[in-house]
């Protein structure tokens, strides 16, 4: 299945059979997804497994919907630390920037604070600017990604058990079309 290269049998295309579509729907995707990216990952699988019998095919389909959630879970666990990187630049620069401030500024601090934090994701020349000033103060690029893994723990943990959870159902799957190619 992983060879150095790969064969003419290996670059075939195996295409679902027609008596079997009915079992592989369109996928639900998720905002951003593309149904391309998911057809290309599904005839990947179905390539390298090359289910003969209407079992392999079966087992080749959930194969392929589980390799597609692996990949949502690993890109949705990607935006979810820029989201936490994001609010981790934010409390290092609330930690500088509202410190001493006089309460009745406290809320238009707050409100700057979040604006900076934001330029600093979407804004390269922000960015660099802010790093600079953080750095400044002690906050190194470690301690923000300390302070993303702090907030994010519980999320993250949620994260690491659905791909637990789908990397092994897919060993399973795979384990089981071994068994019925045999």
Same mark, same amino acid.
Do not use: C
């Given at each position: 299945?992983?060879?150095?290269?790969?064969?003419?049998?290996?670059?075939?295309?195996?295409?679902?059979?027609?008596?079997?579509?009915?079992?592989?729907?369109?996928?639900?995707?998720?905002?951003?997804?593309?149904?391309?990216?998911?057809?290309?990952?599904?005839?990947?699988? &179905?390539?390298?497994?090359?289910?003969?019998?209407?079992?392999? $095919?079966?087992?080749?389909?959930?194969?392929?919907? =589980?390799? $597609?959630?692996?990949?949502?879970?690993?890109?949705? =666990?990607?935006?979810?630390?820029?989201?936490?990187?994001?609010?981790?630049?934010?409390?290092?620069? =609330?930690?500088?920037?509202?410190?001493?401030?006089?309460?009745? &500024?406290?809320?238009?601090?707050?409100?700057?604070?979040?604006?900076? *934090?934001?330029? $600093?994701?979407?804004?390269?020349?922000?960015?660099?600017?802010?790093?600079?000033?953080?750095?400044?103060?002690?906050?190194?690029?470690?301690?923000?990604?300390?302070?993303?893994?702090?907030?994010?723990?519980?999320?993250?943990?949620? &994260?690491?058990?659905?791909?637990? *959870? *789908?990397?092994?159902?897919?060993?399973?799957?795979?384990?089981?079309?071994?068994?019925?190619?045999?």
């Amino acid at each position: 299945m992983n060879g150095l290269f790969q064969t003419a049998r290996a670059l075939a295309i195996t295409a679902l059979p027609v008596e079997f579509e009915s079992l592989a729907p369109p996928p639900l995707l998720l905002p951003g997804e593309q149904l391309e990216h998911y057809q290309a990952l599904r005839q990947a699988v &179905f390539t390298d497994l090359a289910p003969r019998s209407a079992i392999e $095919w079966l087992l080749a389909i959930d194969v392929a919907e =589980r390799s $597609w959630d692996i990949q949502r879970y690993r890109m949705l =666990r990607h935006k979810l630390l820029e989201s936490y990187r994001q609010k981790a630049v934010e409390a290092a620069l =609330r930690r500088i920037d509202i410190i001493g401030i006089d309460p009745n &500024f406290e809320d238009q601090a707050e409100y700057y604070t979040q604006q900076n *934090a934001l330029s $600093w994701r979407i804004d390269p020349v922000a960015a660099t600017e802010i790093d600079a000033r953080l750095a400044a103060y002690g906050f190194d690029q470690d301690a923000i990604t300390t302070e993303v893994y702090v907030q994010a723990r519980e999320v993250l943990a949620l &994260f690491e058990g659905l791909l637990n *959870a *789908a990397q092994t159902k897919r060993m399973l799957l795979l384990r089981e079309i071994r068994i019925s190619a045999s």
